[in-house]
């Protein structure tokens, strides 16, 4: 699929509602941060050092054994995608917010199916992504190692002995990893627990965001979490960490997923059926109150209340209702009405085709 197709459809790898632990974890992602030698960080390049840096990175990745790990890459100027389609790379976590804001002289690589994307002349000259679905930051991580390895044998990276890769933002100093799983936790968020565990993450160098990262709010009861600190610890052991504290919450959002299927079986059962009701039949609906209710029809596939939908319908779902999706759908600009109107049409259609089934 082409990146041109990317923008067409919905889906993404990351959506496939497989891999470990899915009930609870939706995706793994892992970030690489590197720079080249010998030329300033993206902020302060000139256009024709910012060429060449496009210019090296698409003669790494065009070697046969990049390709041999990570399928067919195709590589794309991102001035040559319309503001809409960038947006819409952004709402399928294909790329950063920052990276699409000012296109010129900056690219593109992505694979097939959106597992491995690299972002060139972001915040660094290079942002190596990995991106699966389920509970699965080992794998991921080996991944981006192996593309990493092979693009090393072409690029020469800014490395120093002591203190690692050197990166745009001190932040990412060392070993340029941010390793993340967006997490659903509906029950800790109706039990009130889940600003406990976030508080408590963030003592052992955990930060916690909403859907789309960094400034963004958890709607849908959907949460990021990363690691902090990328100097001072290898990259097995910030991996490690992030292993063992999710399983910790993965563990908790279960309990309490148990206790309120337990003794409140009748009020959850009625969440969940209002949500199927109103995605069914509203003519109009936020992109806020989506969420919500995917969210909600998310924990009916979990708890075994929904048997007609899938997790792979549901996580295309968060992306078929982004406002971006929906003018690409509509073929030109929407106001808010236009929007959650289209919204609404689109979310009927899905769970039409899902009753059918």
């Given at each position: 699929?082409?990146?041109?197709?990317?923008?067409?459809?919905?889906?993404?790898?990351?959506?496939?509602?497989?891999?470990?632990?899915?009930?609870?974890?939706?995706?793994?992602?892992?970030?690489?941060?590197?720079?080249?030698?010998?030329?300033?960080?993206?902020?302060?390049?000139?256009?024709?050092?910012?060429?060449?840096?496009?210019?090296?990175?698409?003669?790494?990745?065009?070697?046969?054994?990049?390709?041999?790990?990570?399928?067919?890459?195709?590589?794309?100027?991102?001035?040559?995608?319309?503001?809409?389609?960038?947006?819409?790379?952004?709402?399928?976590?294909?790329?950063?917010?920052?990276?699409?804001?000012?296109?010129?002289?900056?690219?593109?690589?992505?694979?097939?199916?959106?597992?491995?994307?690299?972002?060139?002349?972001?915040e660094d000259h290079l942002r190596i992504q990995c991106l699966l679905p389920g509970f699965q930051p080992e794998e991921t991580w080996h991944l981006a190692n192996r593309i990493d390895d092979l693009i090393e044998k072409t690029l020469d990276y800014s490395f120093c002995e002591k203190r690692?890769?050197?990166?745009?933002?001190?932040?990412?100093?060392?070993?340029?990893?941010?390793?993340?799983?967006?997490?659903?936790?509906?029950?800790?968020?109706?039990?009130?627990?889940?600003?406990?565990?976030?508080?408590?993450?963030?003592?052992?160098?955990?930060?916690?965001?909403?859907?789309?990262?960094?400034?963004?709010?958890?709607?849908?009861?959907?949460?990021?979490?990363?690691?902090?600190?990328?100097?001072?610890?290898?990259?097995?052991?910030?991996?490690?960490?992030?292993?063992?504290?999710?399983?910790?919450?993965?563990?908790?959002?279960?309990?309490?997923?148990?206790?309120?299927?337990?003794?409140?079986?009748?009020?959850?059962?009625?969440?969940?059926?209002?949500?199927?009701?109103?995605?069914?039949?509203?003519?109009?609906?936020?992109?806020?109150?989506?969420?919500?209710?995917?969210?909600?029809?998310?924990?009916?596939?979990?708890?075994?209340?929904?048997?007609?939908?899938?997790?792979?319908?549901?996580?295309?779902?968060?992306?078929?209702?982004?406002?971006?999706?929906?003018?690409?759908?509509?073929?030109?600009?929407?106001?808010?009405?236009?929007?959650?109107?289209?919204?609404?049409?689109?979310?009927?259609?899905?769970?039409?085709?899902?009753?059918?089934?």
């Amino acid at each position: 699929m082409s990146i041109k197709d990317a923008v067409h459809n919905a889906y993404s790898k990351w959506m496939e509602g497989t891999g470990p632990d899915r009930d609870v974890v939706i995706s793994s992602r892992v970030r690489l941060a590197r720079n080249l030698n010998n030329y300033p960080f993206p902020h302060f390049m000139t256009k024709d050092q910012a060429a060449e840096v496009i210019h090296a990175v698409r003669t790494a990745v065009s070697q046969k054994e990049v390709a041999e790990q990570t399928g067919r890459l195709e590589f794309i100027d991102l001035s040559e995608l319309t503001p809409i389609e960038r947006q819409i790379l952004v709402e399928k976590h294909v790329v950063s917010p920052q990276h699409v804001s000012d296109p010129a002289n900056r690219a593109l690589v992505l694979a097939d199916d959106e597992s491995v994307s690299i972002m060139v002349n972001e915040e660094d000259h290079l942002r190596i992504q990995c991106l699966l679905p389920g509970f699965q930051p080992e794998e991921t991580w080996h991944l981006a190692n192996r593309i990493d390895d092979l693009i090393e044998k072409t690029l020469d990276y800014s490395f120093c002995e002591k203190r690692g890769y050197l990166t745009s933002c001190p932040t990412n100093v060392g070993t340029g990893l941010r390793v993340s799983v967006m997490l659903h936790l509906p029950c800790l968020v109706m039990t009130k627990q889940v600003g406990k565990i976030i508080n408590a993450m963030s003592q052992v160098g955990l930060a916690v965001r909403g859907y789309y990262g960094e400034g963004t709010e958890a709607y849908g009861n959907l949460f990021q979490v990363s690691n902090q600190v990328t100097m001072g610890q290898t990259e097995e052991e910030i991996v490690k960490n992030l292993l063992a504290v999710t399983k910790q919450i993965i563990a908790q959002e279960r309990t309490a997923r148990e206790n309120i299927l337990k003794n409140n079986r009748h009020t959850l059962e009625d969440r969940v059926y209002r949500a199927f009701g109103t995605m069914s039949y509203a003519r109009m609906i936020s992109s806020g109150e989506a969420l919500n209710n995917i969210s909600n029809l998310r924990l009916g596939i979990e708890l075994g209340i929904l048997n007609n939908l899938t997790y792979n319908q549901i996580n295309e779902l968060i992306v078929l209702t982004r406002p971006a999706f929906l003018m690409k759908k509509a073929g030109r600009s929407l106001d808010p009405e236009e929007r959650d109107s289209l919204r609404a049409e689109v979310i009927r259609e899905k769970l039409l085709k899902a009753k059918a089934n």
